[in-house]
């Protein structure tokens, strides 16, 4: 596991990490699975993720406060207050998102990630590059939505 040498108290900066990455570099099934290169190359896409989700937010956030819902119109008003209703309820669900990023980093830290939660296999390169909060194998994935479905159903 790639060893962390300095991390940030407040969790808004990534740890200094002693895995230095190739800028090329592109996990690959031909190496050992969740090697340093690996862990710190999924850490470094979290990172810069959950960064992304915090400078839209404070944008949302600025524009919030400098631009009050002040239509004259009640129509364009209505139009300005569905429109931010929208944006609220994408940073809402982007601010779950933070929580999975930071549990995805967790699981990093404590050498667990990259393992399904359920089965303990090795989840797919590509699943982790398509989706890098993936806790589950596609197979158990899907085994657990249908038991979801089976349970809503009754």
Known sequence: MASVLNSDRDGQNPPKSAVILPPDYRPSADEEFM???????????????KKQILAEAEGTLAVLQNEPLREPDLNDRASSETDWSIELRTRDRQRK??????????????????????????????????RPIATMTVEAQERHERQEKVSRDD
């Not at 090697?35 to 993720?49: A, G, H, K, S, V």
């Open 35 to 49: 090697n340093p290169l690996q862990l710190e190359y999924f850490r470094q896409r979290l990172w810069d993720w």
């Open 97 to 130: 998102l933070i929580s999975k990023i930071d549990a995805a980093l967790r699981r990093i830290d404590e050498g667990e990630y990259g393992y399904c939660e359920v089965t303990g296999e090795p989840i797919s390169l590509g699943r982790l590059e398509a």
